[in-house]
Structure formats: structure tokens, C-alpha cells
């Protein structure tokens, strides 16, 4: 689990104190995630089902397979809404773009 985003105590004078501020920067720039609290009220005969179908072992488990579910699902949608698209040159031949690079690699 990741931890939250805690700043360091600003010095007693941080009137332009550059360790404190690039400090502060780096640990607001951190690309790691950040737990979000939140509160819901739920259908307790879903969520029930929910939890035995998905063989979750506590509410946290049950939504956060829930929520990669739905992206994956979202994510899966977009692919198939390519299908048909022009999206590949029709004179693309894969097959000699290979041996160009296979006798490239062998030089």
C-alpha cells in the first residue's frame, strides 16, 4: 500500500530556504499512488454477491477488482471500436519489413 504524501515541517524560517522547497517539490512530484479515502452507501444484498462471486477476502480486495474490471473492460472497447478502421497502409508488408531487419542484424 502506498503511503500518503507528507510534506517535511517547514524550517522555523523558511523565508526562501531552497532544501525545504525542492523537498517540498520532490515529494509532491512522486508518480506512486495515493490512497483515497472515501465513504458509500451500497445495496448490502450486492455487495454481498459481489463479495462471493469475486472470492474477495475484504470490501478493499472486492472494489479494487471491481475498478481493474471496468478499466480493463473500458480499455478492451476502445481496441474493438479499431476494428475496421484504416489504421494499417494496405501496401504494408510485414513480412519483408522482417527480413529487411533479420538481414540488417545479420551484417
Same mark, same amino acid.
Given at each position: 500500500?502506498?503511503?500518503?504524501?507528507?510534506?517535511?515541517?517547514?524550517?522555523?524560517?523558511?523565508?526562501?530556504?531552497?532544501?525545504?522547497?525542492?523537498?517540498?517539490?520532490?515529494?509532491?512530484?512522486?508518480?506512486?499512488?495515493? @490512497?483515497?479515502?472515501?465513504?458509500?452507501? &451500497?445495496?448490502?444484498?450486492?455487495?454481498?454477491?459481489?463479495?462471493? &462471486?469475486?472470492?474477495?477476502?475484504?470490501?478493499?480486495?472486492?472494489?479494487?477488482?471491481?475498478?481493474?474490471?471496468?478499466?480493463?473492460?473500458?480499455?478492451?472497447?476502445?481496441?474493438?471500436?479499431?476494428?475496421?478502421? @484504416?489504421?494499417?497502409?494496405?501496401?504494408?508488408?510485414?513480412?519483408?519489413?522482417?527480413?529487411?531487419?533479420?538481414?540488417?542484424?545479420?551484417?
Amino acid at each position: 500500500m502506498a503511503r500518503p504524501l507528507r510534506l517535511p515541517p517547514p524550517p522555523a524560517r523558511h523565508d526562501g530556504d531552497v532544501k525545504w522547497k525542492a523537498a517540498a517539490t520532490t515529494i509532491l512530484n512522486r508518480k506512486e499512488e495515493v @490512497p483515497m479515502r472515501t465513504q458509500l452507501v &451500497l445495496d448490502d444484498r450486492l455487495f454481498e454477491e459481489a463479495m462471493r &462471486l469475486a472470492e474477495a477476502r475484504s470490501k478493499r480486495d472486492l472494489i479494487e477488482q471491481a475498478l481493474r474490471e471496468f478499466v480493463a473492460r473500458r480499455r478492451e472497447r476502445r481496441i474493438l471500436g479499431l476494428v475496421g478502421e @484504416p489504421l494499417i497502409d494496405p501496401e504494408y508488408d510485414v513480412r519483408a519489413v522482417r527480413a529487411a531487419m533479420q538481414d540488417g542484424a545479420g551484417r
